[in-house]
């Protein structure tokens, strides 16, 4: 691996921000802002149960994923039309370039939108565009993850895939979000097996707050490529093992633990544990507009908070380009430009 250069502390904040990096765990219904859905609101002639944007992220007090969940599925119901869609990915994707995000693998909700009737084509015919206009004006690579709802049956997730089929060469592949505990990863196991078959890349949300159990359950039976979260992982010495020897990659959001109080503090947090045991770590903003921070912020937060260190930073973002699903030739090239950062933040001391 390239040997970092030895970077001054004072310096690190700014690398972070300067860094290229990979965001692999972001939904856009998480990138709504408040402004956005007052606007938007207004758009489409509906009210909100909030009289303005102050009242509405007031109310973004969360005490676990149940509590915030409540909260992100009302934001959501103003997303109406294709451009609704757009400008919300649009929005993201813009503030995504100013964090130097070189490239993301966006995470929607499809079932969150066809239950108040709209067609899946007008989520995902908004987003794709948004993509494809953010390539080409901003310079960022973005791709979709269509996610299947886990507090929803496996007939509707079945449901859903088979809506999205006309549209599948618009989306990248398939996770599994919403309520961990009481959802296991093997609920959906043949639908997952169907996204195999198709070629779809496979993710899930495991270890957020649920046991390991559901880790070993999302690699062994729905045969994901990477864990969201998976901080949980902590708890089995020999799960641990298995991620670090398979470099499975965790996408950990550290804002968002905080957040929901999957730790006390964000000093408690146990992501240089994670990299200390040779696991392939990353940094993300999981649901930026609630949790009070982009990429950015959760790189430079978290680094403040628990001491981690310019070749850790090193290894966050090596890690997000190395688990992401993009080209082999992409990859070398960010991974280039990520070296010649470093090499630039060492050089004008
Ligand atoms: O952190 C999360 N966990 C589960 N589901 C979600 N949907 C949006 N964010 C999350
Ligand atoms: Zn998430």
Known sequence: MFKVPPIPADRLPALLRAMPKAELHIHIEGSLEPELIFTLARRNDLTLPYASVDELRSAYAFTNLQSFLDIYYAGASVLLHEQDFYDMARAYLARAAMDNVAHTEIFFDPQTHTAHGVAIETVINGLHRACEDARAELGISATLILCFLRHLSEASAFETLEQALPLIDKIVGVGLDSSELGHPPEKFARVFARCRDL???????????????????????????????GVQAVHDAALMKRLAQDRIALTVCPLSNQKLRVFPNLADHNLGRLLEAGLAATVNSDDPAYFGGYINDNFTQVFAATGLTARNAYQLAFNSFEASFASNADKRV???RLKETFERFVEYD
Do not use: F, M, Q, T
């Not at 890349?201 to 690699?219: D, F, K, N, R």
């Open 334 to 336: 960010w991974e280039h």
């Open 199 to 229: 070629g779809l890349h496979l993710v899930a949300h495991a270890g957020e707050e649920g046991p390991p159990a559901y880790i070993w359950s999302a690699l062994d039976v729905l045969k994901v490529e990477r864990i969201d979260h």
